[in-house]
């Protein structure tokens, strides 16, 4: 484990997991399974279908889009 502060959209995922009880790694593939669709409409699509907040929903899909790339 390392001490250094998350950062960008990662350091939300301790407050996800804790708010809405499921890993990150299951919100991702949520978006994962919705590709190609565009940033707006995933995040979108966890606030309405999934109940999210703005701010959570979105660094989930920029993280997961981040990660997916390159």
């Known amino acids: 484990m390392t001490d250094k502060p998350l950062k960008g959209p990662a350091a939300y995922f301790p407050s996800i997991e ?5 890993p990150v790694a299951e919100w991702q593939a949520l978006v994962r399974r919705r590709y190609p669709a ?4 995933l995040v979108a699509m ?5 109940g999210l ?17 390159g």
């Open 46 to 50: 966890l606030k309405t279908e999934h």
């Open 18 to 22: 804790k708010t809405y009880g499921r």
């Open 53 to 69: 907040g703005h701010g959570h929903a979105n660094a989930i899909v920029a993280q997961t889009l981040a990660e997916d790339k």
């Open 38 to 41: 565009k940033h707006m409409e």
